[in-house]
Nanobody
Framework: QVQLVESGGGLVQAGGSLRLSCAAS????????MGWFRQAPGKEREFVAA????????YYADSVKGRFTISRDNAKNTVYLQMNSLGPEDTAVYYC?????????????????WGKGTLVTVSS
């Protein structure tokens, strides 16, 4: 059974930083591209960032480029998202999942399963 457990969210002031973690189990996620998605209140879930299994290739949504950094530790089946220079527009519930990269440069969820996510709230 697939399990994705996100953590690290919280309340932070604009300009601050947070580091999210995602612990995956139930599948050999070390061979998959993994990534993060987020869903803001009243909006659809959107792609944020992804990282290939080797860690050599990363992908980011335009809205977070230069501010967010994705990384992974395959030995721990864990994916991280370092978020810097946060703004109120980053307020959302953040989810991790395996990712399929589209030709449009965006990532799409690889499995039809979502964890509970972790809430990030950025105050202005």
């Amino acid at each position: 059974q697939v399990q994705l457990v996100e953590s690290g969210g919280g309340l932070v002031q604009a300009g601050g930083s947070l580091r999210l973690s995602c612990a995956a189990s139930g599948r050999p996620f070390s061979v998959y591209t993994m990534g993060w998605f987020r869903q803001a209140p009243g909006k659809e879930r959107e792609f944020v960032a992804a990282i290939r299994w080797s860690g050599n290739s990363t992908y980011y949504a335009d809205s977070v480029k230069g501010r967010f950094t994705i990384s992974r530790d395959n030995a721990k089946n864990t994916v991280y998202l370092q978020m810097n220079s946060l703004g109120p527009e980053d307020t959302a519930v953040y989810y991790c999942n395996s990712v399929v990269m589209g030709k449009d440069g965006l990532g799409y969820p690889g499995v039809d399963y979502w964890g509970k996510g972790t809430l990030v709230t950025v105050s202005s």
